[in-house]
């Protein structure tokens, strides 16, 4: 982890790159619908987790990819792999928790503030970034050991973040509308987001020699 971290602030070019994508496409969104007019609450919803979503991918994915196969047999003498993949997986929840959390607020201070229970709207955004960070942290390990990871990296990366995203939505929606709904969607997400981290400390050990 402090070595990614010391790495992410050596080169800030894809932490700003990361930052610009974040708020270009919330202005883009405000040119587009808030200036003809007040932009429905269900549609600010789906926008806001398309912008989260490829932010995440953008981000998480190349954890594993900028790795030089030289560095990467470097790592293999000096630590085990269940700590290489948990750290990785730490970093970027880290990484994306701050990213989630800034999107979200220029996201709400430029196309406005439609929800009900701003607490659990904020926890619905956090646990979207773990649970998007822990998910496509193993697929970009995956992805890294085959040739054109950098677009088998996608690929592989939005078949399993579905079913994240469909409790995100739903869960998102409720405290959308202040709903003092059932919390099991949030129970899911966190659930999810468990077992991901479960499956990557079993199986990553195998990917690792491969």
């Given at each position: ?162 079913p994240i995203l469909l409790q ?12 003092d709904a059932s919390p099991q969607?949030?129970?899911m997400l966190g659930g999810l ?18």
């Open positions: 982890m402090q070595k990614d971290f010391r790495l992410e602030w050596r080169q800030r070019a894809a932490l700003n790159g990361m930052l610009l994508y974040v708020g270009s496409t919330v202005y883009v969104c405000y040119l587009s619908f808030v200036r003809g007019g007040q932009l429905p609450a269900p549609a600010w919803n789906a926008l806001l987790w398309v912008i989260l979503l490829f932010a995440a991918i953008n981000a998480v994915g190349k954890s594993f990819l900028q790795e030089s196969r030289g560095r990467l047999l470097y790592y293999y003498t000096l630590v085990r792999p269940e700590a290489m993949i948990l750290a990785k997986i730490a970093y970027n929840v880290l990484l994306l928790l701050g990213l989630s959390l800034l999107a979200f607020g220029a996201y709400a201070v430029v196309l406005g503030n439609p929800v009900q229970d701003v607490p659990r709207f904020v926890l619905v955004v956090a646990l979207g970034a773990v649970g998007f960070a822990t998910a496509l942290t193993l697929i970009s390990g995956i992805a890294a050991k085959a040739a054109n990871s950098n677009t088998l990296m996608p690929i592989l990366g939005f078949p399993v973040v579905i995100l939505i739903k869960a998102a929606k409720n405290a959308l509308d202040g709903l969607p949030l129970y987001s468990l077992l991901v981290v479960a499956v990557s400390y079993l199986l990553y050990p195998f990917l690792w020699r491969t």
